[in-house]
C-alpha cells in the first residue's frame, strides 16, 4: 500500500494536508498542489477560468461564476454519493424520468419524484435512492434517478411500470448499470456537452436529492496519516489531472485515489 501512495502521490510532503472521503464503499484521497480549501474556479485570465476539481479551461463570465463555482461543489459531491453508495449489481438501475412538453418548472421536480418514490416502494418495499434534476440543450427539465432495492432479490422493474408510475410523460428509460465509476462522473457540469447548459440552472439551486441513509463522512488529514486508514483496502482506480494555461503554466495538479474492501 505504501508505494502506491508513494507512486502515485509524489511530490506530497508527510505533513501537507489532503481530503479524505469516507462512505460504506470506499475510502477516497484526493491531493492538490494548492491549499486544501481551494475555490473550485480559478480565474487565469480576464476571458479565461479553469475548474480546479476537472482541470477543464472554460470560457469567462463574470455574472456565470458564483452558479458555477455552486454546481461544481454540487457535481463533486454528487459523484461521491454515486461511487459511494451504489455499486451497479442487480438490486440497482438508471432510470430516466422525462416530461411531456417543454418542462421549465425546476422547482416541481423534488414533490413529482417524491411522489413517484412512493409508488415505487409501495410495491418494491425500501429502496436506497439518488436523483438528479438536467435540463436538456433547450432547457427542458428532466430526471436521472439511480434506485436500489433493499427488500431483497434482483430489480427487475420494467420501463411499462416506471411509465405507469411516473405519468408525467410518456418517455422513460431503464437500464442496468455497468460502471458505476463511470457513471458518476457523467454529471460533471463541466463537460463540454453540459456547460452550456449552466445557464438554465436558477441561483442556488440544489440540483440533486438522495434518500435520508446516504451521508459522506468529510476530513482534511496530514498525508503521513493517510496508510493508516486505507491499510486493509485495495486501490479502485486512481486519476491525476494537470492543469496548465494557454502558454502551459502549471496552475495545479489533483490526484484521486480510491480504496475499496478487499
Known amino acids: 500500500m505504501a508505494k502506491n501512495l508513494q507512486k502515485n502521490f509524489q511530490e506530497i510532503n508527510p505533513d501537507d494536508y489532503v481530503s479524505v472521503y469516507n462512505t460504506p464503499r470506499y475510502t477516497e484521497i484526493v491531493a492538490n498542489d494548492n491549499k486544501p480549501k ?3 474556479v480559478k480565474r487565469i485570465s480576464k476571458q479565461e477560468y479553469v475548474n480546479t476539481d476537472t482541470g477543464e479551461v472554460l470560457d469567462f463570465k463574470e455574472k456565470e461564476v458564483k452558479s458555477i463555482e455552486s454546481l461544481t461543489k454540487q457535481c463533486k459531491r454528487l459523484r461521491i454519493y454515486i461511487s459511494g453508495y451504489f455499486s451497479g449489481d442487480k438490486t440497482e438501475r438508471f432510470i430516466t424520468l422525462t416530461y411531456s412538453g417543454h ?25 436506497r435512492y439518488i436523483y438528479i434534476k438536467e435540463p436538456d440543450e433547450k432547457g427542458s427539465w428532466h430526471i436521472h434517478c439511480i434506485i436500489k432495492k433493499l427488500s431483497g432479490g434482483d430489480f427487475n ?7 405507469s408510475m411516473w405519468k ?7 437500464k442496468p448499470i455497468y460502471d458505476i465509476d463511470k457513471l458518476s462522473w457523467y454529471f460533471d457540469i463541466s463537460h463540454k456537452d ?4 449552466i445557464k438554465y440552472y436558477p441561483k442556488n439551486m440544489r440540483i440533486y436529492e438522495h434518500s435520508r441513509d446516504m451521508k459522506i463522512d468529510k476530513k482534511y488529514t496530514k498525508f503521513k496519516n493517510i496508510n493508516s486508514l486505507v491499510k486493509d483496502k485495495q ?11 494557454d502558454d502551459m503554466k502549471k496552475i495545479n495538479k489533483i490526484r484521486y485515489m480510491q480504496f475499496i474492501a478487499k
Open 235 to 245: 486501490v479502485n482506480y486512481k486519476k491525476q489531472i494537470n492543469i496548465t494555461s
Open 194 to 197: 453540459k456547460k452550456h447548459r
Open 157 to 163: 422493474i420494467t420501463e411499462e411500470e416506471v411509465r
Open 38 to 40: 481551494r475555490p473550485p
Open 168 to 174: 408525467a410523460g410518456e418517455i422513460v428509460n431503464v
Open 103 to 127: 418542462m421549465a418548472e425546476p422547482e416541481k421536480i423534488s414533490n413529482d419524484f417524491k411522489y413517484f418514490m412512493r409508488k415505487i416502494m409501495r410495491k418494491y418495499g425500501k429502496c
